[in-house]
């Protein structure tokens, strides 16, 4: 697994709103393991968190520090590009809409 393919992936916006909707860590590490990405239960649970995390303090007109990002993350690189892509796409999306309070 690699930062491109990660990349190409969460950057397609169909799939990322099917993505989101799920609610069960197992569905979306399916859902990714068809797309040729390997994340375990754990790193998809952080991922969560730190989405979760990135809209509150978005909605408080916050951005999230590298500091928790790293406490969240443990600073495994990989786990940052699809936050990053998630929070650009609900944002721009609206986060209501994108999320209905899943994520």
Known sequence: MNEERIREVFSNKEFLTELIAMEVPEDIQA?????DI???????CTIKKLVELGLEKAEA???????E?????GGNPLIFVPIVLVLGFVGAYGVSTATRGRW
């Open 31 to 35: 859902a990714l393991v068809e797309k």
């Open 69 to 73: 990002l790293s406490e969240i993350a």
């Open 61 to 67: 007109g916050e951005e999230l520090n590298e500091e």
């Open 38 to 44: 390997d994340f375990t239960i754990d790193e998809i």
